[in-house]
C-alpha cells in the first residue's frame, strides 16, 4: 500500500517509517522533559542506509563515496548518512506518535509482516548479511513498524472531508502552433474554420513552433498561461492568444481525457491529505524534539560493503501491503 505522506519524501529515502528497537536509550522531548522510548538498533539503520547506500551506486558507481558534496567540505557518504540519521530521528517521532494513538498492528498484518519479513530475509547473500547484521527478528521489527507508521498517517487524515470536482482535476489533449504576427494568427485561424482543414497541415507551413497531442492538466504552467484552452471543446480553435511576442493558437483534441483525469484527482487528492498531515505532524514535532542517541551514526561507512547489493525493502513492503 503506497501511502500518501512519505513515499516520495526527502533524500531519496521513499517512505516513512517506524522501528520497534530493544536497545532503549530513550528520546529526549521538548527540550527539558526525558520520556523513555525504543532506540534505533545499528541493524535496522543499516536495512535503510544500504538502500541509499545501492541506490546511489547503481547510479553513479562506488567512486561516489570518495567524492565531497555541497560547498567540497563533507564527503558525500558522510552526507548520505547524516540525512538518513534525520530521517530515522522522524520515524522515531512517528513511534513515539504511534504509541499515543494507540495504534497497533492487526492480527491480519502481523501475519504479512512475517511472511514480508521471511522472504526479505531468503533474499539476502551472505555478504548482504555481513554488511547489514541482520536477522530474521530485526526484519519482523521493522516492517511491523513500517506498517505502524504508515496506520499513523491514515489515522490522521481518515476524518478528512475533501472533495474534488472532475473540472478541477480535468486534463485535456490539445495541438499548438505559435505565429510571428496577430494578422497571420488570425488569417490561420480563418482558415481553420474551413471544414476538414488540417491543424497540423498549418501548423507544419506556417508555425514557428508546434506540437501535437499535448496534455495539459489544470495547474500545471501553460493552463496557468492559457486558461482558455480547458473552455474548449474537442475540434474547437481556440481565439489568437498572445504571449511573450508570440502569438499562439490552440485546438483541442481531447476536452476530456478519463483515465488522464482520475489519476489527476488522485495526485490532488494525495497532496491535500499530505498538507493535512504536515500540519498535525508539524504540531507534534514542534512539542516533542526527538533526537536519536546513537553512536553508531559516526561509525558507518558507505564505501565499505562492496559486495551488499539489496534494494528490496520497499518493494517487498509494497507486494505485500499494496492496495
Known amino acids: 500500500m503506497k501511502k500518501i505522506i512519505f513515499r516520495k519524501f526527502s533524500f531519496l529515502i521513499l517512505s516513512f517509517c517506524v522501528f520497534l528497537l530493544f536497545s532503549c536509550k530513550g528520546i529526549e522531548v521538548t527540550g527539558t522533559v526525558y520520556v523513555s522510548a525504543p532506540e534505533f538498533s545499528r541493524e535496522m539503520s543499516m536495512m535503510l542506509i544500504v538502500e541509499e547506500k545501492n541506490k546511489y551506486e547503481e547510479m553513479f558507481g562506488q567512486d561516489i563515496w570518495k567524492i565531497k558534496s555541497g560547498k567540497g567540505d563533507v564527503f558525500f557518504k558522510d552526507y548520505v548518512v547524516s540525512n538518513v540519521k534525520k530521517f530515522v530521528e522522524k520515524l522515531m517521532a512517528l513511534n513515539l506518535l504511534a504509541s499515543e494513538r494507540g495504534v497497533y498492528l492487526s492480527n491480519k498484518d502481523k501475519e504479512l509482516v512475517n511472511e514480508a519479513a521471511n522472504e526479505y530475509m531468503n533474499s539476502l547473500t551472505n555478504e548482504d548479511i555481513e554488511y ?82 499535448l496534455i495539459i492538466k489544470r495547474g500545471d504552467n501553460l493552463s496557468s498561461i492559457f486558461p482558455e484552452v480547458f473552455y474548449l471543446a474537442t475540434g474547437q480553435v481556440s481565439d489568437v492568444l498572445y504571449y511573450q511576442n508570440k502569438y499562439y493558437l490552440f485546438k483541442c483534441t481531447s476536452d476530456y481525457l478519463e483515465k488522464e483525469t482520475n489519476d489527476r484527482k488522485k495526485e490532488i487528492l494525495v497532496d491535500l491529505k499530505n498538507k493535512e498531515f504536515d500540519e498535525q505532524f508539524d504540531t507534534f ?39
Open 132 to 213: 547489514i547484521g541482520c536477522d530474521i527478528e530485526d526484519v519482523v521489527n521493522m516492517y511491523s513498524n513500517y506498517k505502524i507508521a504508515n496506520t499513523v498517517i491514515d489515522d490522521m487524515t481518515k476524518n478528512s472531508n475533501v472533495e474534488l470536482s472532475i473540472s478541477e482535476a480535468k486534463v485535456i489533449k490539445v495541438n499548438y502552433m505559435t505565429l510571428p504576427t496577430e494578422e497571420k494568427a488570425k488569417e490561420i485561424r480563418e482558415l481553420l474554420n474551413v471544414r476538414g482543414a488540417s491543424f497540423e497541415y498549418y501548423a507544419n507551413s506556417y508555425g514557428e513552433e508546434s506540437g501535437i497531442d
Open 285 to 323: 514535532t514542534e512539542q516533542h524534539d526527538v533526537k536519536s542517541n546513537a553512536t553508531y551514526w559516526n561509525e558507518i561507512d558507505l564505501s565499505e560493503g562492496t559486495n551488499c547489493k539489496v534494494r528490496i525493502f520497499y518493494t517487498i513492503y509494497d507486494k505485500y501491503f499494496s492496495e
